[in-house]
């Protein structure tokens, strides 16, 4: 290739996984995730080494986090159910026998069906107000259709009430519009074709929705229409035929001169505020809203845990990677230095083997 050729432009993965010095390993990655299948198992192996781990006359606590954070999800709950049939015991509570504090709560969540963590920290935050808000948000904003449905499943079935009903007891107003209408998981889809016309009634919509008793619009249009509708990520072709046009967000900046967070500062209050705020952030760059969750719960005088075990753990097979990436870009140093200096105890060892590697 002459030196006036060209070059293709790197897909966002190859430019994730560039900054982060993994461009020559993406076939080994396979994924945005920081964990994957691991392609050497044996479920016996595991068992074994698991029990050992917690038969002697200390518990070692590094094997058992070897074990737990080299393994899928789907992997893990392999290895739970051939401990059951060879131990006759229940392998989560042989551990949280063994184990305490933070490595305990981590060893859990790791553990658990994805299902089952998320319903525990969702009713949880329900149960508790303020700051845990933002908890709801977040796994009601960021988990996918599929996942929030069985969600809401095993929470009906586990506490014998329906995630909505606690939502309505929990909270009111905007706020409880805003979290009923996330919980029903009916989100458009994303297309290949930009509905023009659909994007123009939205921006007048909010335009418009600048007074009293017009807050319904904001939920609506933020809650049901697609990430790429609201906020467009790459070129497509308009249902017309015409070149590509901003989508929503960025309309509404250049017709109103502030973007929607703006108007959502200005026209919202409280809790309403600071969740349409946050859905608005997982709307723009659901990498980018993560890697500030994490900064936040690192900043605090005692870490925040239990933020660091749901967010890693959740986001450790889908994309961790480019949490870490967003993270280094925007603060300048490394999650994995970052959880170093800031974590203490066993649990350090965990979260650092979920985060994986530094990013130099």
Known sequence: ??????????????????????????????????????????????????????AGQGVDRHAIVDVLTNRSREQRQVISRAFQERTQQDLLTSLQAALSGNLER????????????????????????????????????????????ECLAVY???????????????????????FLALAKGDRETCSEVIDYHLAEQDVQALKQADRPGMEETWVLILTQRNPEH???????????????????????????????????QDRFHGDAQMALLSLASVIRNTPLYFANKLHRALQETEPDNQALTRILISRSEIDLL????????????????????AV?????????ALCRAEDL
């Open 1 to 54: 290739m002459s030196g006036t050729s060209r070059k293709a432009r790197p897909s966002l993965t190859q430019e994730i996984l560039s900054y982060l010095g993994l461009a020559n390993k993406t076939a080994a990655w396979g994924t945005l995730g920081t964990l994957r299948t691991f392609l050497s198992f044996s479920v016996d192996k595991d068992v074994q080494r698991l029990l050992r781990a917690i």
């Open 106 to 149: 981590i060893v859990v969540a790791l553990l658990q069906p994805e299902a089952h963590f998320d319903a525990q920290e969702l009713r949880t935050a329900l149960k508790d107000s303020g700051p845990a808000n933002e908890v709801i948000v977040e796994i009601l904003a960021t988990r996918t259709p599929p996942q929030l449905q």
């Open 156 to 178: 009906k079935q586990g506490f014998q009430v329906e995630a909505e009903e606690d939502i309505k007891s929990a909270t009111r107003g905007t706020l409880q519009d805003l």
């Open 230 to 264: 609201l906020i467009r990520a790459r070129p497509v072709r308009l249902s017309h035929g015409l070149p590509c046009a901003p989508q929503v967000f960025d309309q509404y900046q250049q017709r109103t001169g502030h973007e929607p967070e703006h108007t959502i």
């Open 322 to 341: 480019s949490i870490r990436a967003e993270y280094k870009k925007k603060f300048g140093k490394s999650l994995y230095s970052s959880l170093q200096d």
């Open 344 to 352: 203490k105890g066993d649990c350090r060892l965990a979260l650092l």
